[in-house]
């Protein structure tokens, strides 16, 4: 069974950046979106960002204007894009696709983000 595979996490200072990245390991047909969640702890998870096949983009109130995400589609790979970090940021990251008719969901197993302020 495919699974994704994220990279990319780790501790920055207030103000830097990072790229995250999230690939699939196996084969997964007609993935429709693509998108990054967050959980910080004692938090519920919630959504940072997702993009459709076709460019299309959704970001949360709380990331507008500093994160970004992007699709290779040719490689199955979604990237996120975090600048100006806050510590508000610090969570655990997951990536997720939703693919097929069903829109079967796939996670990855996350990735550490942590800001130091």
């Known amino acids: 069974q495919a699974q994704l595979v994220e990279s990319g996490g780790g501790l920055v200072q207030a103000g830097g950046s990072l790229r995250l990245s999230c690939a699939a390991s196996?084969?997964?047909?007609?993935?429709?979106?693509m998108g990054w969640y967050r959980q910080a702890p004692g938090k519920q998870r919630e959504l940072v960002a997702v993009?459709?096949?076709?460019?299309?983009?959704i970001y949360a109130d709380s990331v507008k204007g500093r994160f970004t995400i992007s699709r290779d589609n040719a490689k199955n790979t979604v990237y996120l894009q975090m600048n100006r970090l806050k510590s508000e940021d610090t969570a655990v990251y997951y990536c997720?696709?939703?693919?097929?008719?069903?829109?079967?969901?796939?996670w990855g197993q996350g990735t550490q983000v942590t800001v130091s302020s």
């Open positions: 997720n696709f939703k693919a097929g008719i069903n829109m079967v969901d796939y």
């Open positions: 196996g084969s997964i047909f007609r993935i429709n979106v």
């Open positions: 993009i459709v096949s076709g460019g299309s983009t």
